[in-house]
C-alpha cells in the first residue's frame, strides 16, 4: 500500500527557512498528484501546495505564494516543501498527501493517501 513519510519539520525564528521532505513509497510516484496540507491546533486542515506527476504545474495557498515552493524528485520518489520567510502563523503540523489523477486538487477529501505528519513551529 501508499506509504508517505515526512521529515524535516523543527523549530525555527520567524524569518528563517525549512524544508520538508516526504518520501513516497508502494505507489508510481511520478502517476500522481502530491500536495502538502497543514493543520494547527483547534483549526482544521488546511491546503498549503500542490504539484502535477511531472512537475510542471503547482499550486498554492494565498497564504503561502512567493514564500514555499513545492518540488518533487521523481527518481527519488521524494516530495519537498521549501519554507523561507517563515511566520508564526505557519506554525502547524505539515502533512503530504497523495491522489492518483492529474488534477491539482486543493480539498482534503480528493487525496487518498496521507503521511503521519511533521511539526513545524517558527517563534516569533
Known amino acids: 500500500q501508499v506509504q508517505l513519510v515526512e521529515s524535516g519539520g523543527g523549530l525555527v525564528q520567524a524569518g528563517g527557512s525549512l524544508r520538508l521532505s516526504c518520501a513516497a513509497s508502494g505507489l508510481t510516484f511520478s502517476m500522481y498528484v502530491m500536495a502538502w496540507f497543514r493543520q494547527a491546533p483547534g483549526k482544521e486542515r488546511e491546503f498549503v501546495a500542490a504539484i502535477s506527476g511531472n512537475g510542471g504545474g503547482t499550486n498554492y495557498a494565498n497564504s503561502v505564494k512567493g514564500r514555499f515552493t513545492i518540488s518533487r524528485d521523481n527518481a527519488k520518489n521524494t516530495l519537498y516543501l521549501h519554507m523561507n520567510s517563515l511566520k508564526p502563523e505557519d506554525t502547524a503540523v505539515y502533512y503530504c498527501?497523495?491522489?492518483?489523477?492529474?488534477?491539482?486538487?486543493?480539498?482534503?477529501?480528493?487525496?487518498?493517501?496521507w503521511g503521519q505528519g511533521t511539526q513545524v513551529t517558527v517563534s516569533s
Open positions: 498527501a497523495a491522489d492518483r489523477g492529474i488534477v491539482l486538487y486543493t480539498t482534503v477529501a480528493k487525496y487518498d493517501s
